[in-house]
């Protein structure tokens, strides 16, 4: 059992930065591919972002491409999402997830989850 549990969410003008935090506990996150995902209000769950085991890849949704950068930090059993360049259309929730099977962007394969951090950008 993995358990996530997210920071660093909060309220942030057009063009600023956040920086959010996944802290886990119970096992290891080396064993895990993990990723961060965000949900509007009235919308389905989006992938944003997700690092392979060991951190050599990283995969990244078009739409944050450039702007937002995830990282793990393993020691620490952390995963971290960089964002800069917000956006009032990067308001959502965004949790952070974990798995061990393959494909950084399939959703539904993802097996633990966070309860989420709220980002909200305004204009």
């Known amino acids: 059992q993995v358990l996530l549990v997210e920071s660093g969410g909060g309220l942030v003008q057009a063009g600023g930065s956040l920086r959010l935090t996944c802290t886990a506990s119970?096992?290891?996150?080396?064993?895990?591919?993990m990723g961060w995902f965000r949900q509007a209000p009235g919308k389905e769950r989006q992938f944003v972002a997700a690092v392979s085991r060991g951190g050599y890849t990283t995969d990244h949704a078009e739409s944050v491409l450039g702007r937002f950068t995830i990282s793990r930090d393993d020691a620490k059993n952390t995963l971290n999402l960089q964002m800069n360049n917000l956006k009032p259309e990067d308001t959502a929730v965004y949790s952070c997830?974990?798995?061990?099977?393959?494909?950084?962007?399939?959703?539904?394969?993802?097996?633990?989850w966070g309860q989420g951090t709220q980002v909200t950008v305004s204009s």
């Open positions: 119970g096992r290891a996150i080396s064993d895990y591919i």
């Open positions: 997830a974990a798995k061990r099977g393959p494909s950084l962007r399939a959703i539904a394969s993802y097996e633990y």
